[in-house]
T-cell receptor, first 114, second 113 residues
Framework: GNSVTQMEGPVTLSEEAFLTINCTYTATGYPSLFWYVQYPGEGLQLLLK?????DKGSNKGFEATYRKETTSFHLEKGSVQVSDSAVYFC?????????????FGTGTRLQVTL | GAVVSQHPSWVICKSGTSVKIECRSLDFQATTMFWYRQFPKQSLMLMATSNEGSKATYEQGVEKDKFLINHASLTLSTLTVTSAHPEDSSFYIC?????????FGPGTRLTVL
């Protein structure tokens, strides 16, 4: 079956540091890949996505590239801010008919300090 | 944009009682909704797929008699935790898919005393 593996956190960085959160996946077929963010006390929000190999998703300074050869979708940001402190989930979707189920990684908590 | 709401946002109940959680799609119709459960510091686990007008599809290991799902209209799915126990305390999240993009509700935190 499908699975997503994320690096364990928490990750603690100083403001303006470079961020990488690793994500690898196992899936049959050609899944779409996502990064979701959960800010304290809030629900999940889609951060970025990529639907096919070599696609790069980007949003709010975050980027991730769909690497089929390494089955990876690592999240990066060049300069993090305190407001980026949140839990980040890597996920993949397996389209089933008109809807899709999401398989999530365990989440990585990011804490950014001044 | 499309919004999914949940009610209540949090609930505390006594052990043995039943709790109903609502998930609504605002400004769009959802024939399918998904229910997830999130334990503290863990990932979301898909519990079941709610289908409008038919029975829900439960994931392996999820007790269908424990977690009753009713999708009676195109904008509302309900999850009822029956005879709740402390181990059912968790964060329950629903989602829907308008335009092929998953939208999550804000979640409902259930605490069973």
């Amino acid at each position: 079956g499908n699975s997503v593996t994320q690096m364990e956190g928490p990750v603690t960085l100083s403001e303006e540091a470079f961020l990488t959160i690793n994500c690898t996946y196992t899936a049959t077929g050609y899944p779409s890949l996502f990064w979701y963010v959960q800010y304290p006390g809030e629900g999940l929000q889609l951060l970025l996505k990529a639907t096919k190999a070599d696609d790069k998703g980007s949003n709010k300074g975050f980027e991730a590239t769909y690497r089929k050869e390494t089955t990876s979708f690592h999240l990066e940001k060049g300069s993090v801010q305190v407001s980026d402190s949140a839990v980040y989930f890597c996920a993949l979707s397996d389209y089933t008919g008109t809807a899709s189920k999401l398989t999530f990684g365990t989440g990585t908590r990011l804490q950014v300090t001044l | 944009g499309a919004v999914v709401s949940q009610h209540p946002s949090w609930v505390i109940c006594k052990s043995g009682t039943s709790v109903k959680i609502e998930c609504r799609s605002l400004d769009f119709q959802a024939t399918t909704m998904f229910w997830y459960r999130q334990f503290p510091k863990q990932s979301l686990m898909l519990m079941a797929t709610s289908n409008e007008g038919s029975k829900a599809t439960y994931e392996q290991g999820v007790e269908k008699d424990k977690f009753l799902i009713n999708h009676a209209s195109l904008t509302l799915s309900t999850l009822t935790v029956t005879s709740a126990h402390p181990e059912d305390s968790s964060f329950y999240i629903c989602s829907a898919i308008p335009q092929r993009e998953v939208i999550f509700g804000p979640g409902t935190r259930l605490t069973v005393l």
